[in-house]
């Protein structure tokens, strides 16, 4: 009976590609059944709408975050909604356990804000800096630990120390249906296109392709998805 109901419930809300294994013990459905219970109710309470928020996750700024029916915001996580833009979060996106979602971090800039497509998940862990701009587009999933940083600090004055000099940005932009292992580093720049895997570990700080399979430090295409042949 759980079994059918989680089946029902599962397409209610949109995730018709999950089929829940026959295996699942009772009392690990309902454990889930509940838990989603109780941060829907607190999705409706703090946002007016259905989706799902954990009671410990933390939200400033919350008249500027923009989230899509089902999003979820897991136990933990933390996100700014202070910037240019309001930060959205498109529907059925999941925000993972202790991810950090960060978009002004000082007061001297103000920062330019966030994007996420439908269906997204980002896993545990993660950081996204968001100060000069992140978009991801939606399909995309991301690994645990994996860190987006869209600001770089300048250091070329030799006569000033680092830390006076400013920074400079130019935004992340990650396209639709994109796989990121956990552990890799986005830098201020970065341009993945659609379709594209990135290797774990991998520092993406240039332009990539559609279809490209991503890894390295710094990152380079390895090959291609839509051709399968090696790329020198």
Not at 7 to 35: N, S, V
Not at 48 to 63: C, E, H, L, N, T
Request: glycine share 12%; charged share 15%; proline share 5%.
């Amino acid at each position: 009976m759980l079994q059918a109901l989680l089946r029902a419930l599962l397409r209610a809300f949109g995730k018709h590609y999950y089929t829940p294994d026959p295996d699942l013990p009772l009392c690990f459905i309902l454990q889930i059944l509940m838990k989603r219970l109780l941060w829907l109710v607190i999705g409706i309470i703090r946002f007016r709408q259905i989706v799902f928020v954990s009671p410990s996750a933390s939200i400033r700024g919350a008249s500027r975050i923009q989230l899509g029916h089902c999003a979820t915001i897991e136990p933990h996580a933390r996100i700014d909604g202070y910037a240019r833009n309001p930060v959205s979060i498109g529907a059925r996106s999941l925000i993972g356990a202790y991810t950090i979602i960060l978009c002004t971090s000082h007061m001297s800039t103000f920062g330019i804000g966030l994007r996420i497509g439908d269906d997204c998940g980002i896993a545990e862990y993660c950081f996204i800096g968001a100060a000069g701009g992140v978009t991801l587009g939606n399909d995309v999933i991301v690994g645990q630990y994996v860190s987006f940083h869209s600001q770089n600090h300048n250091f070329n004055d030799p006569t000033r120390i680092i830390r006076e000099q400013g920074v400079t940005s130019r935004g992340i932009r990650i396209g639709n249906n994109v796989w990121i292992g956990a552990k890799a580093t986005i830098l201020d720049g970065a341009e993945v296109g659609d379709g594209s895997v990135i290797a774990a570990g991998a520092v993406v700080n240039g332009k990539y392709p559609p279809g490209s399979v991503i890894g390295g430090v710094p990152a380079r295409v390895l090959r291609s998805i839509s051709t399968k042949g090696i790329i020198p």
